[in-house]
């Protein structure tokens, strides 16, 4: 054991108020955030983590917003609510964050620093006693539609807006609800039902809340069009014209159909289905702008309809606008799987007769030229984003204005102005000084972008908080005694496990067990008085170690860990033992097997709890200074923003001045603003704020981790940081085609700009996606709306524009408009081969062009004088990144830490990304994310030590033999290998001769994954509250009786555990053979766990996690794919029944998939089984058959 | 399930490639107003077009978004099929209301057709019978090719006076279809009856009235039509009695029959606004309802739908005041056709078309009665002469069809002045009046 985990050594962690460098008093400490989506709940998080109290105002129940109705996200195909979730939780549980539900602003008086916000919250009429056991729902007798569902599914007027809503699990809609004027009945049957009596019809309807705060952060997200307004679509009068959304919920196991699609008319399963996009979208009737995300997901749809057997996949596009990191290859990747993509926008969609069910579309496919009549089963409808309801109003409320396209709008464009009056950071800047807005309050954006500009806004609202504080995290060291004197608490949870379970039974036997002191049944553990009640009995029976046997430590553990720390306890002695998901809810039918199964649980987290160690929350310093690397746009506004919250900021650039590509740049698109102004505003700003900065200069070394990072610059300058920037920048593609660089005649757009607006020539033709889109680079995002921009200022100038494109993707705010004025001054754009590289679609020869135009079916030529090739964006050789560790996307570029939820932050702790050198993108969406990085740089800075779980990795110095296995299959490069002198080693095995380090795990860069203790062959690794030990007391204590009738299964505590969570929440049944073992990922699972459980006797071992691709721990999953072949061979070899070692990846939201993968495990577990007894019967036969002796117990064990 | 794919080619086999010309380019970019350069191609113009609910799937498409990607390119006879919609559009403006861009597609088309008379890359010849048409304007002042001596021939026993800007309200412009066509004078009939039992003080131009020109203007003949704004602009400020620049108190009401020349008063003589105020005779009869001028005492029972002219609905956004007139009927029972307003299908005869052969299986006209048709509805009503006369054709070739004599009991086509009129003189109905009538409300279903 190292030193941290020894009693006397722990420390207390305490952080106490905090006042900032420039010494303001507390006026202002809060910030308001309008909306809880996805982006108002990431801008909570950043700002509370930096010390900033948070006053979270949702108008629905539930905060989560559209992203938790969502099945999977794209490009990834994960979860969508299992990423989401935990955030959501964080927000509910942090000291500094108060969620206002069913609230509205109602104004906002004052200045930035002194604002005076009034709340209007309407009653819920559920108190903090609810224990979400859901016997309300059940009794309640009215039934509404429900929203979550889209209107596909039914709830009552008492109801969880979803499984994991966030604050209030219920809520009681007046205007519905039986007991209230006009329906006025006397009806009571929820509070009946509740037997912690959480119901109060006494509770205000309505009150107003004040709120002294010092910025605010609006983040209203979006709604929907409503479809029925395109009468052409039929929508709402065929019932299998759906929307996506409520296409998305249909595909959700979670949702009405249990995943399965099928048709509303009939039921059936669709043969066909075709997607329809822009409904509503880039059309003047209704909405000129692009909604931005719709092309993406339905490409989605489409994969997932594909995936779930729909033979037919036909999806209506006009152009494809995968502009994203990653998009492009899943727009092949869905060609690829089948679905067929065509050119057009339907004209009409007309019900065929009943009998025959479906839908008639009308369209013209226009690369063929053909009118096209087809018949599809289902047709979904890409509905355009629209301003949400009430935005208008919330706006002039707030003071702030909306722009032309109704969402609301931004100060300016690109950044500061020329005369650096204004300091704030406009990207997300409202009209109103000290109000922000982030995500698709300002237009449509995907997640990542939201994200991003959540974390931005976030940044910019700090700016104007003055004092900081933090919670007092003041955690009990260890207990007196170190002997394990254990108390069990058998909670009831009403009648939700005692329904089920025999808990006075389970009770006694839990008295039966060693070391046990205390044992009690009791009705709500989790209920106020009760757990203060636990509390008291830990101090009077001196309990060492806590057992509660209740429900999901995915919800309910920051609960009882608080209930050690009241008792003095050390919160890490505590163990969960999950009855309620895991047992009562899902073996209804069958009480006593799931009694015995009740016992096995709680034996076997009081045996893990037996052996648990105290732990102390880890501090590690953090130097407060910032290394920015790369100092364009992206560098110039994380620089100055970092310096503006008062971090010493160190900006490295290579060239002899600021300012990046952008120098070279005339004009920005769509805004029109001047780049060369834009420029030196951006280095008055990095100079007003302090900015260290090197002109000229590279950092040569770079070594750390986070906290503390070295570097050595060229010029041979030393920085110490606690965080570093990288904002290197993209490569703009240098083209080889069209003799570019031996033809005068031929430039790119980027040069071109040195000649803007007036080139000595009249007839210019642009060529599109030169050197993007193709091989492993995807769209490069900024060019067409910047081409379509430079076109149409040359064609103001009278000239002849031509520009060949593939796809226009003017995805961005009032792009789309730009792009139809273009169209309107008469650039010709003419579509080329989408599927060819330019330079194959496209002959530029003696002053001709010659192009297939693919709308007009010819193939035209025609004069150009000058031809501009619009190049993408690569990346750059790198070493920096190397160096830090972080790792890159198959394109090249930096590789996020997620491709949703952390946009702006490398997979290494401690180190940002910003602007082009994660994906290219233009200045905006540089400086947002520029913006975002340092938000989240200055969470980091913001404290002088940086606290974490302390489930991070501890290495028995004298058991490793330095292999350096470890370090090898660390996923967060933690672990480094550290000489007999201290230094450390240079990475890769160490040849013969060279000296052998011992690993040392470098704990602030640790996640704690458990893959480095897995991988050790020498168990020269330890996981707290994951050891070795432990798990194999769990083994052994759930296969102590009938093991053949049991199987083992592991589960990851992200993805798998919380499916079978779900499974619970949804009371899907299944048998109750089942044993579940959590860590927290797959890849801590060691062969000596399973080669345990089956020489226990174990019936049958199921390893779960994440799906590949969505692990929690990046690739810690790959590890666990892979030992479980080997593990398979191996085991197979032995003997062992291939069926009864099997692997199944799971994610949060599939408990129905986790239900099934159970029943067949139990199938399994009864054919050993029966395979044991006639063994047995065999056995007690004096002459037993050669053949019956294949004893699958008899498996060696290494 | 079953799936059913109609697809037909539309492009010829790719050739040579084709020079793109920039000056031809400009003048189509001119000549549209720079609208076709807006179009990004989507297609939904072509999907509603009604040319594609009539040809067969032998046929070439009609594909409006070619036309206009081709006027984009400044290309015209090289890729444009002779058939092409240039000359098939009638200009019923459906394919606008859809469009996603606001493209006014009639405007584009208008544009083409004015470079069509003069450019032959465009369009090598126009339709020979359209220049015929034009003359036929020019010498007999009809593009009927009637004599001008005739043109007040329908109304020699109605009395009416030349109008008097001193002593009328309203001037009523017949129009040429009203005045010789022998089926659209019962509506002109008809409504002069109408107009007088409401008191109307109006008065006509007689054998000097003109033709207002809308066949010169649907052509895309702009020069033509020019000169006939210049000559009916100097007439009609003379009857008015004011001299140009002038205006009188209050502008006179210019009635007239076909919402086709109400169209070319109201949008195209700038120089009459503030002398006369141009009303479709059925938003004229709605204000005297309105007023109270105008009452209908007797009830009619009779179901009826009501087509919408394009150029009234679409063209100028009149939807609402021929209903106002069917409801303000005792007795009419309007019910519509699951295409009206805004998506109601065109007859056929507009853009053109009336001048124009039409194989019979390409008839809109068809489609048109057959939705009336499932409406139940005893009388198609209508508001334009072009309409009647398509409608009342496809009622004619639909019952031919099979063989057996037209149905007397069968729907029948009525203009808005003609229900009106039965409903105020039914019982003292002219021989051919009064069988209709009484077919007419005797076959009420």
Redesign the interface.
Known sequence: MTATLTPSSLPTTTTTAHTTRNGHVKTGDAVLVIGGGVAGVQAALDLAESGARVVLVERGASIGGKMAALDKNFPTLDCSICIEAPKLAEVAEHPQIEVLSNAEVLSLEGEPGAFRVQVRRRGGFVTDACTRCDLCVAACPVLLPSEFNAGMASRKAIHTPFPQAVPAPYVIEPEYCLNDPPNYLPCGRCMTACAPDAIDFSLPRQETLTREIASVVVATGYDLIDPALLGEYGYGKHPDVLTAMEFERLLTSAGPTGGEIVRPSDGTHPHKIAFVLCVGSRDRRFYKYCSRFCCMYSMKHAFQALDHGVPEVLVLYMDVRAYGKGFDAFWERTREQGARFVRSRPAQITPLPAEQGGVRLRYEDTEAGRIVEEDADMVVLATAVQPPAGLADLASKLGIALGQDGFIGTAAVDGPTANGAEKAPAVVATTRPGVYAAGCATGPKDIPDSVSEASAAAAAALTHVRSRSWPSEETPGAPATAEPRIGVFVCDCGSNIAGTVDVPAVTAHARTLPGVVHAEEVMFACAGNTQQAIADTIRQKNITRLVVSACSPKTHEGTFRRTCVKAGLNPYLLEMVNLRNHDSWVHKGDPEGATRKAMDMVEMGVRKAALLEPLARLDQPVKQAALVIGGGIAGMTASANLARQGYETHLVERESALGGQLRHLDRLAPSGRDAREMVVAHQRDVEQAGVVVYLDTEVEVIGGHVGNYHARLSTGEEVHVGAVILATGAEPYKPTEFGYGARLNVITNLELEALMPNPPCDRITFVACVGARTGSLGCSRYCCTSMIHQALRLRREGKTVRVLYKDIRTFGRDAEELYEEAMRAGVQFIRYDADAAPADAIQFAEGMVTVADQLLGETVRFPTDLLVLVVGLSPRPDTIGQQLKVAHSTDGFFLEKHPKLGPAEASSPGVYLAGAAQAPKDARDSASQALAAAGKAGTLLSRDTIGKEPLTAQVQADKCTGCTLCALYCPFNAIDMVGADGTVLPRGVPKKGEPRGVARVVAAACEGCGVCASTCNYDAIVMPSFTDEQIAAQIDAALATAPEEKAIVFACNWCSYAGADQAGIEKIQYPASARVIRTMCSGRLSEDFVARAFKDGAGAVLVTGCHIGDCHYLTANHQTAKRFELWHKKYTRQGIAPERLQLQWISAAEGKEFAAKIREMDEVVRRHAETVSANDVAAADPVPPAAAVAAPAAVEVR | ????????????E???????D?AR?QKV?DATG??A????????????CPW?RVRGPDAP???V??MV??A??G?GAD?MPADAPLWLCTTCRLCEV?????VPVTDVVLGLRELAWKEPWLQERVPPALAGVLWDVHFDGNPWGQPPSRRAAWARDLGLAAFNPAAHEALYYVGCTAAYDTRAQHVARALVNVLQTAGVAFGTLGEQEPCCGDAAHSFGHKGYFGELIETNTRLLLEKAGVSEGSKPEKPFTLVTTSPHCFDVFANHYPRLAGVFRPLHYTQYLAELIDSGRLTFPTPLPMRVTFHDPCVLGRGNGEYEAPRRVLAAIPGVDLVEMTENRE?ALCCGGGGGRMWLETPIEDRFGQVRVRQADQTGAAVLATACPYCISCLEDAIKIEASKDGTPPDPDGMKVLDIAEVAWLALFADQAPAAGRERAARVSGGAR
């Open positions: 399930m079953a799936t059913e794919t109609r697809e037909t080619r539309a492009m010829p790719t050739r040579e490639p084709i020079t793109l920039d380019w970019l720079g609208w350069a807006a179009c990004y191609q989507c297609g939904v113009c072509s999907g509603v594609g498409p009609v594909s978004r070619h990607r081709s984009q390119l290309l890729v859809r469009c996603p861009r606001g998506g």
